[in-house]
T-cell receptor, first 113, second 110 residues
Framework: DVKVTQSSRYLVKRTGEKVFLECVQDMDHENMFWYRQDPGLGLRLIYFSYDVKMKEKGDIPEGYSVSREKKERFSLILESASTNQTSMYLC????????????FGEGSRLTVL | QKEVEQNSGPLSVPEGAIASLNCTYSDRVSQSFFWYRQYSGKSPELIMSIYSNGDKEDGRFTAQLNKASQYVSLLIRDSQPSDSATYLCAVNSGYSTLTFGKGTMLLVSP
């Protein structure tokens, strides 16, 4: 089975802190994604990567950055966390030919105080 | 901005009935369409994909696509309480990325 593992299920951070969310997949997928999910707003794409060291902005990249140094690992970075970044963050991966068949991690619920 | 619209629900159906979930999309060039199921507190999981006009059946699930009307639907036959979840419609929007609808909550009562 495909396994997408997110490093932390629950985090509580203070405004202004730097936050790292890490995601690892074990299926040799080329594509990796970070979404956030908020009530009433649905799933929104933050960043994605289709290869090592490659990154592309999604629909809401402001306030976030990403890092992909290895194929299996994709990190989301909040340089200076703000309260409006309190959310559920979902990592996903897919094959390059997957046409959208995403496999999601369990999610990381971040609360910024 | 590419949009995917779904009725938020909840859609309530009795056990054994057919549940019909609908989705419209704005990008006329979209080629791939997906239905994800998300149980409360869990992450989404893919249940159906459809790429060409018409119907695609998988067990109790049937996906329907009408590209001319920019419309996708999911039918769940013989609905079970275990089908109670939020169903997300997703449309491929290039680079293997998906644009998701906000989801329709389905409640199946015993």
């Amino acid at each position: 089975d495909v396994k997408v593992t997110q490093s932390s299920r629950y985090l509580v951070k203070r405004t202004g802190e730097k936050v790292f969310l890490e995601c690892v997949q074990d299926m040799d997928h080329e594509n990796m994604f970070w979404y956030r999910q908020d009530p009433g707003l649905g799933l929104r794409l933050i960043y994605f990567s289709y290869d090592v060291k490659m990154k592309e902005k999604g629909d809401i990249p402001e306030g976030y950055s990403v890092s992909r140094e290895k194929k299996e690992r994709f990190s989301l970075i909040l340089e200076s966390a703000s309260t409006n970044q309190t959310s559920m963050y979902l990592c996903a991966s897919s094959f390059s030919t997957g046409a959208g068949e995403l496999f999601f991690g369990e999610g990381s619920r971040l609360t910024v105080l | 901005q590419k949009e995917v619209e779904q009725n938020s629900g909840p859609l309530s159906v009795p056990e054994g009935a057919i549940a019909s979930l609908n989705c419209t999309y704005s990008d006329r060039v979209s080629q791939s369409f997906f239905w994800y199921r998300q149980y409360s507190g869990k992450s989404p999981e893919l249940i159906m994909s459809i790429y060409s006009n018409g119907d695609k059946e998988d067990g109790r699930f049937t996906a329907q696509l009408n590209k001319a009307s920019q419309y996708v639907s999911l039918l769940i036959r013989d609905s079970q309480p275990s089908d109670s979840a939020t169903y997300l419609c997703a449309v491929n929007s290039g680079y293997s990325t998906l644009t998701f609808g906000k989801g329709t909550m389905l409640l199946v009562s015993p």
